[in-house]
């Protein structure tokens, strides 16, 4: 019996001795570790996520949508609440276009207590998966932008990334304006991390839609035609903008090659640049219209003053002569721009004088943003009166020598089309239904110069202009060709096989409500501006002006 009754005590003691701890282990996470042990059984039963707000939808000047945003889910999975990796697999694959082998992978894994399986997922699927009450499966409400249009006016809309923030284009600049207020939703889960209650703390605010100046329909003519030279001369690129220059709205900003806004990582880095902002480039003969802007608003010519100009000029260790030679001539100012005269165009800036010059360029907005709201905008590149050397005042007055951007070169056209204003072009028409004011401008030249230049860019399409194969029955057209030889950044002078060729015109000519440029980087085949960009600015024209109403002649 004693030795009986000592092993039940010994028995007893080891009883005391568990209860005892259990009893301080007890204590210990009730007091000690209580508050945090609470605090994690709450998060694991509910749960605070953000409701994404609804971006603001952009739609061209009639309304037409561009960019649109719908409902739609992240789907995610906690791993170690699948059970059944394969099963869960098997039914989510048919419905998630997915591999069952792929998801399988995915929902197996435990190094981690959180995975994607598809994002940015429609609702009318991700309800699907919804209906399944799949344990572990979770979904995340968002919304998935699209592009109806695919191709229209993309390099201008930009596009989103994967957390729904814009990368580029107007979906990069007016970001803080179409992105929203996100709101918050409380969640409770049951074990199986399935919502069983839903509660919203703040709503969501839907970002405002941006209303565009750009037409659809004239975006899609002029895509259209960009197409036409990209298969005709393989160029490197192009872009064509168009243009009320009365108050500064572009109705179409086109570039080539085209992308796709919904598939932006299946196109070249290149191809996603808008061109219009960010192609700088030598304009040539585009440029010669300021050269004798700036000449006649001064006085120091005419449109009858006469020059009798030689085949070629001399000016220190170069030699100028014209893109065709020609013997003597004698030309007045008009006759000078009407033929793309070099030469003439030298004297006509030789009468000015360099520091005239130079205020001019800088007068008609050179060498700085247009001021467009558009991102990625370059400012070009005009050489400091300082730095002019002997021939500087040979080349500059042509358009070499000098950097620029097609939205500049509008801008400038602008002020010679509109009686002398220049404006800062502008995209955006209103902002959440609220107008966005129009640019005031400033004016430049008078409403007299201004005619005189637009009456001698007619002769650039009549008889014996660089561009009198271009016409429109029933309206007077008038512009100026440029064809410009690009700098070999091997050899550092002026390439013989690559160009730019480009042309701007407006019509009507005397009164102008359209403007259009159409600038092709390195043609094929064919160079001059007259043949190659002329011809799209023609049949660009000629569909916007019936369609927008403007009266004949």
Do not use: C
């Not at 981690?112 to 979770?138: H, Q």
């Not at 329909?217 to 872009?239: C, D, F, H, S, W």
């Not at 992308?259 to 219009?276: R, S, Y």
């Not at 000029?313 to 893109?323: A, L, N, P, V």
């Amino acid at each position: 019996m004693p030795q009986v009754e000592r092993r039940l005590g010994i028995l007893f003691a080891i009883f005391l001795t568990a209860l005892g701890a259990a009893a301080l282990r007890a204590g210990y996470m009730t007091v000690i570790k209580g508050g945090g042990l609470s605090n994690a059984a709450a998060s694991q039963q509910v749960t605070e996520r953000t409701v994404p707000a609804r971006r603001g939808a952009i739609v061209d000047r009639k309304g037409i949508p561009l960019a649109t945003s719908e409902p739609a889910d992240d789907i995610s999975a906690t791993p170690y609440l699948v059970k059944d990796p394969v099963k869960t697999a098997a039914r989510l694959a048919p419905i998630l276009g997915v591999e069952p082998a792929t998801l399988t992978q995915k929902l197996a894994r435990r190094d981690t207590g959180f995975v994607y399986l598809m994002r940015n997922v429609p609702a009318t699927i991700s309800e699907k998966v919804r209906a399944l009450k799949l344990e572990g499966i979770d979904l995340t409400p968002g919304h998935l932008r699209s592009y109806p249009r695919g191709m229209l006016a993309s390099q201008v809309i930009g596009s989103v990334g994967l957390d729904g923030s814009g990368l580029f284009g107007l979906e990069y600049s007016q970001e803080r304006r179409m992105r929203g207020t996100d709101g918050k939703q409380r969640l409770v889960f049951d074990g199986a991390r399935q919502a069983i209650n839903v509660r919203d703390v703040s709503p969501e605010r839907p970002g405002s839609t941006i209303r565009l100046t750009i037409d659809a329909e004239i975006q899609a003519n002029a895509e259209q035609v960009l197409q036409g030279v990209g298969e005709a001369y393989r160029p490197k690129g192009a872009t064509a903008i168009v243009m009320d220059p009365r108050d500064g709205s572009i109705l179409a900003l086109a570039n080539w090659p085209r992308i796709d806004a919904n598939k932006p990582g299946a196109a070249p880095a290149q191809a996603l640049q808008n061109k219009a902002v960010g192609f700088t480039y030598e304009p040539g003969s585009t440029f010669k219209p300021f050269t004798v802007a700036g000449a006649l608003q001064e006085g120091a010519v005419t449109p009858k003053t006469s020059f009798n100009l030689p085949p070629t000029i001399h000016m220190y260790d170069r030699t100028i002569g014209e893109s065709h030679g020609r013997g003597w001539v004698t030309l007045d100012t008009g006759g000078i721009l009407a033929q793309s005269s070099n030469i003439g165009t030298i004297f006509i800036g030789r009468r000015l004088g360099a520091r005239s010059f130079d205020s001019w360029v800088r007068r008609f907005g050179f060498g700085t943003l247009s001021g467009v709201d558009l991102p990625g905008e370059e400012q070009g590149l005009v050489l400091p009166l300082e730095k002019y050397s002997g021939v500087s005042m040979g080349n500059l007055p042509i358009g070499q020598g000098i950097l620029v951007t097609p939205m500049q070169m509008v801008a400038a056209y602008g002020a010679l089309a509109n009686g002398g204003i220049l404006r800062a072009p502008h995209v955006v028409a209103s902002v959440g239904g609220r107008p966005v004011a129009t640019p005031a401008g400033r004016r430049v030249i008078s409403e007299k110069t201004s005619a005189q230049v637009r009456r001698m860019l007619e002769g650039v399409l009549a008889a014996g202009g660089t561009a009198s194969e271009v016409s429109i029955p029933g309206y007077t057209l008038a512009g100026k060709t440029g064809t410009a030889n690009k700098i070999d950044p091997q050899t550092g002078a002026y390439s013989d096989s690559k160009y730019v060729a480009s042309f701007v015109g407006m019509a009507p000519a005397r009164h102008p409500e359209l403007l259009v440029s159409v600038i092709v980087d390195e043609p094929q085949g064919q160079i001059y501006g007259g043949a190659v960009a002329a011809p799209a600015f023609g049949k660009i024209a000629a569909f916007a002006l019936p369609y927008l109403r403007i009266a004949p002649n």
